[in-house]
Structures are given as structure tokens and as C-alpha cells.
């Protein structure tokens, strides 16, 4: 069974860096990309990025280059998604999904991590 | 940077059929893929590559594409099909992926 399991929510305060992290099971994790997408609350879903943890090919959207780094370590078969330095702006839902096909449906999602940041 | 015009809401009877768009320049020349969200849960992907569907979602929900519309439509709508959904495409000018604005769908 295809699962995708996000670790745990997270408060933090502005300024302070974060790593959350995306585990795969079920699946050749290498063979498979592993998209970021944000949801503010009460908002629509924005993709963030996307990995491609065989080779670590990363593509970022516009709107997240530089306010996000994506890696993958696929000795652990897990993604991760982290900040160096979090606004309050950053408070929201982050899933992670599975990505595949020539145009790259996410067909399978974790459960969701809240980052909320608030002094 | 490539953009998907969703209605903000679509309301239907049950048994009726709800038809969602998804405006997109020459979005026919793209695979569209669509996600239902219902409160507090993931997104699930209901149909890909336009008008194919998973394994395990029904029938009732089907897709089609062209010019510069994509629809999904859900046909005998039940009080379970209630939630917020998404298009979903890849821009392969910018090689990114773009989500649609979202629809809410209120049963009636």
C-alpha cells in the first residue's frame, strides 16, 4: 500500500528555521516524483516545488524559489521541505504528493503538516 | 506565469449533475488533472489526463477538454460529493505546475 506520512505540526516563532519531512513507503521512492503544496487557511492549494528523489532534480515555483529549500534522502526514502528563517505569512497546511505520469498527477498525498509561526 | 480561472462556487440538487470549469489559455492542448478536498483531509486526485480515473472513484465523475475549457462534470450528485475542487495542469513552457482556484460545491 502506497503511503505518504508527514511528520508532526509545528509551532514556531518568526525567525526560527524548520524541517519538515515527507516519508514514503509502498513504492520505489527513487522512481517517483515528490511535489510540496502549500494551503493557507481557509485558501486554495499552491504548488511549491517538486523533487525527483532518484536524481534530486528540483524544480521550484516562482512564488517559493528562495523561500524554500526541497531535498530528499532517498536512503530513508523520505522528502523534506525547510526554512531557514519563518515569517508569520508561513502559517499553513503543507502536504506533500506523490507525483507521476508524463504530466505529473499527484496521486497519492500525505496527511498534511500545520507549521504555524507566531511570536 | 500560466493561470487556471475556476468558479468560486457551483450548487446542486442531488441527483443532479454539477459540471465545474477550468479556464486556462489553450488549456485543450494540456492534461488537466482534478482533486477533490473535502474539510480537513488531503486532497484526492478524482480524474487525470483530462477524463481518466483512478482506481476506487466512481463513475459519476468524468472529465473532458478543449479549446479553452476543462470540465468535470459529477453526474447524480449525492450529498458525499460536497467539497472544494481542483484543476491542476503542467506548464511546460515554464516547466512548472499550476492549481486552479478551486470550486466549492454546496448540495442543495
Known amino acids: 500500500e502506497v503511503q505518504l506520512v508527514q511528520s508532526g505540526a509545528e509551532v514556531k516563532k518568526p525567525g526560527e528555521s524548520l524541517k519538515i519531512s515527507c516519508k514514503g513507503s509502498?513504492?520505489?521512492?527513487?522512481?517517483?516524483?515528490i511535489g510540496w503544496v502549500r494551503q493557507m487557511p481557509g485558501k486554495g492549494l499552491e504548488w511549491m516545488g517538486i523533487?525527483?528523489?532518484?536524481?534530486?532534480?528540483?524544480r521550484y515555483s516562482p512564488s517559493f524559489q528562495g523561500q524554500v529549500t526541497i531535498s530528499a534522502d532517498k536512503s530513508i526514502s523520505t522528502a523534506y521541505l525547510q526554512w531557514s528563517s519563518l515569517k508569520a505569512s508561513d502559517t499553513a497546511m503543507y502536504y506533500c504528493a506523490r507525483g507521476v505520469g508524463a504530466t505529473v498527477e499527484f496521486d497519492y498525498w500525505g496527511q498534511g503538516t500545520l507549521v504555524t509561526v507566531s511570536s | 506565469s500560466y493561470v487556471l480561472t475556476q468558479p468560486p462556487s457551483v450548487s446542486v440538487a442531488p441527483g443532479q449533475t454539477a459540471r465545474i470549469t477550468c479556464g486556462g489559455n489553450n488549456i485543450g492542448s494540456k492534461s488537466v488533472h482534478w482533486y477533490q478536498q473535502k474539510p480537513g483531509q488531503a486532497p484526492v486526485l478524482v480524474v487525470y489526463?483530462?477524463?481518466d480515473r483512478p482506481s476506487g472513484i466512481p463513475e459519476r465523475f468524468s472529465g473532458s477538454n478543449s479549446g479553452n475549457t476543462a470540465t468535470l462534470t459529477i453526474s447524480r450528485v449525492e450529498a458525499g460529493d460536497e467539497a472544494d475542487y481542483y484543476c491542476q495542469v503542467w506548464d511546460s513552457s515554464s516547466d512548472h505546475y499550476v492549481f486552479g482556484t478551486g470550486t466549492k460545491v454546496t448540495v442543495l
Open positions: 523533487i525527483y528523489p532518484g536524481d534530486s532534480d528540483t
Open positions: 509502498g513504492y520505489s521512492f527513487t522512481s517517483y516524483w
Open positions: 489526463d483530462d477524463s
